[in-house]
């Protein structure tokens, strides 16, 4: 071949170079980079964790899982000692008995006082009967002795009955006040004795409270993750027994760059590759989008991404899927979140929900 030949063929040979180069490009962005009208993210496979720990401080007596072990909602995981309880249970159940023991004390008392009230009333009405008899005979002295008929002596003397019986009749009165005085007094120490009873039933309340929290129970289903304390320890307040997580709140945070952080909606279709398995894809959607943004954490971005400020998006996974899989389901394992941008766009056949099968 001539050099004028040659020459023919150069503007072919560079077109075609120049479509391979594109060709190549096209298809390195199509395996690494976004689809058209999706995007993606880098994150990390997560759970809801829960520490399982004791409300009062005290000894562990024992815990009934071990690493690794499935939990359904309210299982008793571990117990605390409760020595200290149940005497503390012994002794406010034996202040009740003394407590309901003073109700029927006052409620005596205060019966003897009524009678005695009573009594008081009888002894008033006596002394009103015998000063009305008095003041009768005083009027009639009084009469006989304007006629003549009647003595000095005798007018002195009924005027002094009336006197005296009016003295007792005050008496009568005072002693009766008082006794509805005490009267009152005792049913205040019913009320009193009640109150004692309401007192110490709410502090048995308490301490049987105390004795149920001693059982520590799970709070949901999930998987015991690990001890965090042994039998026998002695810990404080608050003091960690175990770490549960819920393997059916399931989540991947990944980060999304603020040009496409609007237009992201809750409930949005994600779609999950893991890099343990790329074989499935897993579906998912959108829970949480961040309304401030925020520099990407190092572990999930490369450093020229992190100068940029990006959105954080968390896709929660559905819980009737989680359960169905519950024993296959692991955290803390890395991935790639596609979420989709345009509701006209198809999944491409890479990215189309692929599970395992049961």
Do not use: C
């Amino acid at each position: 071949m001539n050099l004028s030949s040659l020459r023919k063929f150069l503007p072919l040979l560079a077109a075609l170079l120049a479509l391979a180069i594109a060709v190549l490009v096209w298809t390195q962005w199509r395996a690494n980079g976004d689809e058209a009208g999706f995007i993606s993210g880098n994150g990390r496979i997560e759970a809801v964790e829960i520490d399982v720990a004791a409300k009062l401080p005290g000894r562990i007596q024992e815990i009934l899982v071990s690493d690794g072990d499935f939990v359904e909602a309210g299982q008793v995981l571990a117990r605390m000692q409760i020595d200290t309880l149940n005497a503390q249970l012994a002794e406010a159940r034996a202040n009740l008995q003394q407590a309901q023991n003073g109700i029927v004390i006052a409620q005596s008392q205060a019966g003897a006082r009524d009678s005695d009230v009573q009594a008081a009333q009888a002894v008033v009405a006596q002394r009103e009967s015998e000063l009305d008899a008095a003041r009768r005979r005083l009027a009639r002295s009084e009469t006989l002795a304007g006629e003549g008929a009647a003595s000095a002596q005798e007018l002195d003397d009924d005027r002094a009955r009336v006197r005296n019986v009016q003295a007792a009749l005050s008496a009568a009165k005072a002693q009766m006040a008082a006794a509805r005085a005490a009267a009152e007094a005792a049913r205040a120490q019913i009320s009193g004795a009640r109150s004692s009873v309401a007192a110490v039933e709410a502090s048995i309340a308490r301490i049987e409270a105390d004795l149920k929290d001693s059982e520590l129970k799970a709070p949901r289903a999930g998987r015991v993750q690990y001890r965090i304390a042994q039998v026998g320890e002695v810990l404080g307040a608050g003091g960690k027994v175990l770490n549960l997580v819920d393997l059916s709140d399931v989540y991947m945070t990944f980060f999304v760059p603020e040009t496409a952080a609007g237009k992201l909606a809750i409930g949005g279709e994600v779609h999950l590759i893991l890099d343990a398995a790329p074989q499935y894809v897993i579906p998912a959607k959108i829970s949480f989008v961040a309304s401030t943004a925020q520099f990407t954490p190092k572990t999930v971005e490369t450093a020229s991404e992190r100068q940029k400020l990006m959105f954080r998006v968390k896709a929660q996974i559905d819980r009737a899927l989680l359960e169905k899989h519950i024993t296959q389901v692991k955290t803390g394992l890395p991935g790639v979140a596609w979420v989709k941008l345009s509701p006209a766009a198809e999944w491409p056949a890479r990215l189309q929900v692929k599970l395992p099968s049961q």
